[in-house]
């Protein structure tokens, strides 16, 4: 089963306007983890932000926030104020606290294109 | 500090060739991770390494070997290229311990088996 789901392989989103990329995923482990990361064309990954399974609060970096919602098992990135520099592939992962290592699965993706 | 670091960049490989793929930290990190990039399916772990000496595998191991005999050194080999293998490869690395600490991604080699 698919840990990690994200259903939007692309968006698009006007210059200055918000734009929330979804991501769901499934786990059993009470205490985990979840991150986003950037990864422009030039290819390098880019950490945004990250949500542990224990936080009260949604986490936030700046323009962006992670919409979190437990019961839901979701983890939408939402970024405000969208600038052309954050057309992009965005990627969901998750972190599970079992096993010997931290080991991050990742969703497959969205393409975020930034328009005037 | 010049964080994670990959060699090389770019190569290609005729099919049944071998290769190492060198990835170098500089954080003292513990942990440290080879991932896949194939289009449409997200990074997948190879192997990982919890410290030096130790290594593991990850989702999609077979095909692959690695070694970690230097904490700042992760090495990835192809002992017989295959087309399957044509991919992004991307190394990284990240504190032991806990689930907050981020990885540290290095700029990806880009491998093309022929």
């Known amino acids: 089963a698919q840990k990690i789901t994200q259903t939007q392989p692309g968006m698009f989103v006007q210059e200055k306007e918000a734009v929330t990329l979804d991501c769901t995923y499934d786990t059993s482990d009470p205490s985990y983890g979840l991150f986003w990361y950037k990864q422009p064309s030039s290819g390098e990954m880019i950490f945004l932000i990250y949500q542990g399974s224990y936080d009260q609060q949604n986490a936030t970096e700046g323009r962006y926030s992670l919409n979190f919602q437990k019961a839901r098992k979701s983890a939408n990135l939402v970024i405000s104020a969208s600038q052309l520099g954050d057309s992009a592939m965005y990627f969901c992962a998750m972190r599970e606290r079992g096993g010997t290592a931290s080991k991050l699965t990742f969703g497959t993706g969205t393409r975020l294109q930034v328009t005037l | 500090n010049a964080g994670v670091t990959q060699t090389p960049k770019f190569r290609v490989l005729k099919t049944g060739q071998s290769m190492t793929l060198l990835c170098a930290q500089d954080?003292?990190?513990?942990?440290m991770y080879w991932y896949r990039q194939d289009p449409g399916m997200g990074l997948r772990l190879i192997h990982y390494s919890v410290g030096e000496g130790t290594t593991a595998k990850g989702e999609v191991p077979d095909g692959y070997n690695v070694s970690r005999l230097k904490k700042q050194n992760f090495l990835l080999g192809l002992e017989s290229a295959a087309p399957s293998q044509t991919s992004v490869y991307f190394c990284a690395s990240s504190w032991a311990g806990a689930n907050s600490y981020e990885q540290y991604f290095g700029p990806g080699t880009r491998l093309t088996v022929t």
């Open positions: 954080m003292n990190h513990e942990y």
